[in-house]
């Protein structure tokens, strides 16, 4: 949260992220730490360090059907 005190961005753009499902099926503890917890320490410094906007990229696919 300093690097949000110290900036004061207008604007945070999260990208982070831990890629992969085979990695996620054999190691879900570090898929949870780094998408879940990290986009939470995100929210959190957001929330009190008010932006005026976040976007939050979630996944490449988002359904499996090849209709849009």
């Known amino acids: ?4 005190k110290e900036y004061k961005p ?7 992220a ?20 990290g986009f939470y320490n995100i929210i959190e410094a957001c929330r009190y360090n008010p932006v005026d906007h976040l976007v939050y990229a979630s996944a490449r696919f988002i359904t499996t059907s ?3």
Not at 1 to 4: A, L, Q, V
Request: glycine share 2%; aromatic share 12%; no cysteine.
């Open 18 to 37: 831990q890629a992969g499902v085979r990695y996620s099926i054999e190691n879900p503890d570090a898929y949870i730490e780094i998408n879940i917890l």
């Open 1 to 4: 949260m300093n690097t949000f």
């Open 10 to 16: 207008n604007i945070v753009v999260n990208l982070a």
């Open 66 to 68: 090849s209709r849009f």
